[in-house]
């Protein structure tokens, strides 16, 4: 099936979930989604292997959207360390 045209394009993989956090429409699903996301952010972050600047600065913004917009379903700054903190 082709993709929408107005389906972003997304540069890293563990974008995708963060994607699907923020279109997740029904309310019972958001958690979940939320974090399905803050797994994959931690996973990156976890990586050894990340010497991308412009992408720990994706990750953090990220991590940091995903604690203003969902303050409720966000896990705590301390499992994650302080990265969105910068």
Avoid: T
């Avoid at 996973?43 to 990220?62: G, H, I, T």
């Amino acid at each position: 099936m082709p993709e929408a045209a107005s389906d972003p394009i997304l540069k890293y993989l563990w974008q995708q979930a963060v994607f699907e956090a923020f279109i997740e429409l029904r309310p019972e699903y958001l958690p979940a989604q939320v974090k399905a996301a803050e797994r994959a952010i931690s996973a990156r972050l976890s990586d050894p292997n990340l010497p991308d600047l412009e992408e720990q600065l994706a990750l953090r913004d990220a991590l940091r959207s995903l604690r203003v917009i969902f303050p409720q379903q966000c896990q705590s700054k301390q499992e994650f360390g302080e990265i969105a903190a910068a």
